[in-house]
């Protein structure tokens, strides 16, 4: 059913509430998406700090699932 993909980005901090660990990554209309699972905090096109943590977090995908 879910065929989204949605990814936690680790170590990103929300910019909203500050808390760890609670953002996840998902394309939505093929945008870069955030969404804070804490205070819902949501925006598009990632800033430079947080494209940086999940570039290196794809990385570490591509690592596990290489072409899936
Ligand atoms: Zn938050």
Redesign the pocket.
Known sequence: MSRQKKRFIAGAT??????MD??ELYLENNVETIH??????KKQQPDDATQAATRQFEQVIGIFKPDA
Not at 14 to 19: D, N, R, T, V
């Open positions: 929300c910019p909203s509430c500050q808390a609670t953002i804070c699972v804490q205070c819902h905090y």
